[in-house]
């Protein structure tokens, strides 16, 4: 049986696509890449230029070429025929190619695959069967959440002749998504996590979304449910689509092969489960139902699979936490942290080095590393392909701690190695002044501890973070993308620090995914993202005019708004020739009555325009005052109709063409006709609308946590904190968080005005908020020190905290001070 690597003659044949162009044919495929910037020249790398309706990986041919990719899969015929020296597969469609393959290569495979779907739990199920099953069987599965239809082919791509078991997960958003799935995954044993309403908007019902997620059985030989949820029974009884499926059933309640009780302890949850006549009990780390769902499906797997009781409690006292996804954070001196400090297996040490080398704010790549646990692999092999792996990086400086690492330290010859024992040896050993203007990775098991090593090159000295989610950020950009006709560009507004979210990480997410523009308000803020290698236009909205010389030697463009800043700015290029035409951009004033032209001063500024060879209008553009409400209506179309005027008189005297626009993220929702060349996003990207239909469709994009200091109980008739102003009625449990209006907490929120989340309750703020620390009332919450707090995220919601507040968002995102961490999580 021929698996992979395959010759490219074999590989192209899978893909059923034409072998066009043969560069080299004794080539061998081992690695497949979508994203083009994670590639590192290594043998066997095939790229595939797959098109969406967002972007065309053909667009980044040319530069994989120059960088030393070998093989393309490409479905551009003219592009295709003028490549030379390289191999080139034609394929109509690069995604469709791509999960044909991977289910002939999945095909060639007789083993025990368990695929997973449903609306949550997904990963943590395939996670923990996977911890679970590692002990006794060499086992695969998809990395991190690689569940849609590039993830489900790229994940049973790595199936390999060692592997006994693989555990593949699949997600949908639409219908006709989960066919495809399976016919890559084709699972012997199906495990429905449970129903939610996630991606509810693209399917007539529960019903249809449960239908479309079970076809992923069609040719399972069984089904692992929970029975309590009382839609997926139905559905999963009426066995018209399911071949031959076997039906195992967990449940709280009801009759079923595993029924179970569960009594919450001090540390975790212990459960009594009745399955085949037996009683058997385990015990999990954790207290939350999520993980009390997820466990059982993994239980019942375990059971139907023979496993003995105590090899089963012994794995689920063990299960350890997933982190979902890596975090990115502030280090010490400058220094960039990807963190993940729970997994050290192979597949996601190499997700977590690439998003290593995608960092740029640093030029020295830096990787703290443990012994992997994992595996089944004999450690010589483990750690010789390590090696590989880490070689393929251009890495600077790897430290690896745990005794494999020291014991094969030899496999990492030629590599700029230090290697310790432990993590205690390590920190020993730890100077800050090592760690400064690097990127660095910290990345172990979770028995190594290596959040002692994350706190103190993060210099955590405080537990509240602003968590701002990249993924959802991107979710709200297609959601305002697919809003605009296919020619609007987007021009995102990340004045502020991206609306407090940080300028730098937010501007580089967006440069990935294909916006028109970025705007600033200073100078300065568009200096930070250039030396940080922003490449992206940036227009500076308000350009003092000492910033000029500046703004010219960072290729800023500036918004021109009077006679007296087109004249400084044209005597500016006086002494830079060589930049001319310099691009600008020319506001009008319509209504607002901030900075602009007005519209009795357009004629001169045409004239002036029309004989001024310094710079280029790129645009025209104006800010409406008040879009969001139906109740402006009358002012919005006084705006558009000046606007029009404007732009009229100004195209007759300039001759060149210009580009035009007017509507901020409310102008894009309520004014579709007016979407011109640009938007201009702002709030909606950060997921927040004061307007509930658009609101509907957008994700919170940052979080303020913090975690409890300390809980007391506090009798009636004493006060809270300063100058109480009201004693206490009753007994209560007072908690003390670390976060105050030093951190931007207004501290018009106390007396309770405001509410802070702990334990799934809204619990009111308790006297008044003092400059580092809060009090908030959690009588009958059973808190405890070290609880999580939301102050505003996913169930706080930050549009109602502002209205408390009698303020908007924009001011509570951008009052959070620069003491708060901000902590990024990628995909
Ligand atoms: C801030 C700003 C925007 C974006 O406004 P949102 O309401 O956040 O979408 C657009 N245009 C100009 C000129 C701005 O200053």
Redesign the pocket.
């Known amino acids: 049986m021929e698996t992979a690597p395959y010759t490219v003659a074999t590989f192209a044949e899978m893909l059923s696509g034409k072998w066009l162009v043969q560069g080299h044919k004794d080539e061998y495929i081992a690695h497949l890449l979508t994203d083009s910037r994670l590639f590192q020249p290594r043998q066997g790398s095939v790229f595939f230029a797959i098109r969406s309706r967002r972007n065309d990986g053909h667009k980044y041919v040319q530069d994989l070429l120059k960088r030393g990719m070998k093989n393309f899969v490409l479905s551009d015929a003219g592009l295709a025929q003028s490549l030379r020296d390289v191999n080139v597969i034609l394929v109509d469609d690069a995604v469709a190619a791509l999960q044909r393959m991977a289910a002939i290569h999945r095909s060639r495979f007789d083993i025990p695959v368990i695929g997973i779907t449903g609306s949550n739990g997904k990963t943590v199920v395939k996670e923990w069967l996977f911890q679970l099953l590692q002990r006794k069987q060499n086992a695969i599965r998809s990395p991190r959440s690689y569940n849609s239809q590039v993830g489900v082919p790229m994940s049973a791509w790595l199936i390999r002749p060692q592997h006994e078991v693989a555990i593949l997960e699949a997600g949908i958003s639409k219908p006709g998504e989960m066919e495809r799935l399976e016919k890559i995954i084709k699972p012997v044993t199906g495990i429905f996590t449970n129903i939610g309403e996630a991606h509810q908007e693209n399917f007539e019902s529960l019903a249809q979304k449960i239908e479309e997620k079970i076809k992923l059985f069609q040719n399972a030989e069984r089904i692992i449910y929970c029975r309590d949820q009382p839609e997926v029974h139905a559905h999963l009884q009426a066995p018209h689509h399911l071949k031959q499926a076997e039906l195992y059933s967990w449940s709280k309640h009801a009759a079923a092969d595993l029924k179970i009780k569960v009594e919450q302890g001090e540390t975790g949850t212990y459960f009594k489960g009745i399955f085949r006549e037996r009683e058997r009990q385990i015990f999990i780390p954790f207290k939350d139902s999520a993980s009390i769902e997820n466990s059982c499906h993994c239980w019942l797997y375990l059971l139907l699979e023979g496993f003995s009781d105590e090899y089963i409690a012994e794995g689920m006292a063990a299960l350890s936490p997933i982190a979902m996804r890596l975090e990115q954070l502030d280090g010490v001196r400058g220094s960039t942290l990807i963190n993940d400090v729970y997994n050290s297996d192979f597949s996601s040490l190499e997700i977590a080095l690439d998003q290593l080398m995608l960092q740029r704010k640093n030029k020295h790549y830096t990787a703290i590393i443990s012994d992997i646990m994992q595996s089944g692999e004999p450690p010589e092999l483990l750690y010789a392909k390590m090696a590989e792996l880490i070689r393929s990086k251009s890495l600077d400086t790897l430290i690896g701690i745990g005794p494999k690492m020291v014991e094969f330290q030899e496999k990492f010859a030629g590599l700029n190695g230090q290697f310790y024992e432990s993590t205690e040896a390590f920190l020993d050993d730890f100077k800050h002044s090592d760690f400064g203007d690097q990127n660095i990775l910290v990345k172990g098991a979770r028995s190594f501890a290596f959040e002692r090593i994350t706190d103190i090159l993060s210099e955590k000295t405080h537990e509240t973070i602003l968590e701002i989610d990249l993924e959802r950020l991107r979710d709200n950009l297609n959601y305002v993308r697919s809003l605009l006709n296919p020619d609007t560009g987007i021009m995102v507004?990340v004045?502020a620090f991206a609306y407090g979210s940080g300028a730098y990480e937010i501007a580089r997410t967006l440069e990935f995914h294909g916006v028109a523009y970025l705007?600033v308000a200073y100078a300065d803020e568009g200096i930070t993202l250039r030396e940080a290698g922003i490449q992206l236009p940036i227009l500076v909205?308000n350009p003092e005019l000492s910033s000029y010389d500046a703004m010219i030697r960072y290729r800023l463009e500036p918004q021109i708004y009077s006679f007296l800043t087109l004249e400084r700015f044209t005597k500016a290029l006086f002494a830079r020739q060589s930049d001319w035409p310099y691009p600008v951009h020319i506001k009008l004033n319509t209504g607002m009555n901030r900075l602009g032209f007005d519209p009795h001063e357009l004629d001169e500024l045409g004239k002036r325009l029309s004989g001024n060879d310094a710079i280029e209008v790129i645009s025209v553009f104006s800010?409406m005052a008040a879009s969001e409400s139906a109740d402006f209506d009358a002012l919005s179309r006084h705006q558009i109709e000046q606007f029009d005027a404007g732009v009229e008189k100004l195209r007759i005297q300039i001759s060149a063409p210009f580009r035009t626009h007017l509507l901020?993220?409310?102008g894009i929702f309520r004014f579709p006709d007016q979407q011109r060349d640009y938007v201009?996003?702002?709030?909606?990207l950060y997921g927040i609308s004061g307007n509930a239909e658009f609101r509907k469709h957008l994700k919170p994009v940052s979080k303020l946590i913090t975690t409890v200091s300390q809980v007391r109980t506090v009798a009636a008739g004493q006060g809270i904190g300063y100058s109480p102003k009201k004693m206490l009625s009753k007994e209560t449990q007072v908690a003390v968080i670390p976060v105050g209006y030093a951190d931007g907490l207004p501290r018009a929120l106390g007396n309770g005005i405001g509410h802070v989340l702990i334990r799934g309750k809204r619990c009111p703020f308790l006297g008044n908020i003092c400059m580092d620390m809060a009090m908030v009332d959690v009588s009958g919450t059973g808190c405890t020190a070290g609880d999580a707090v939301e102050v505003f995220g996913d169930h706080m919601d930050l549009y109602e905290m502002a209205a408390n507040l009698k303020t908007i968002p924009?001011e509570v995102l951008t009052s959070i001070s620069q003491r708060v961490k901000r902590v990024y999580l990628h995909q």
């Open positions: 507004m004045k705007a909205l800010h901020n993220s409310q201009r996003l702002g709030l909606a924009y």
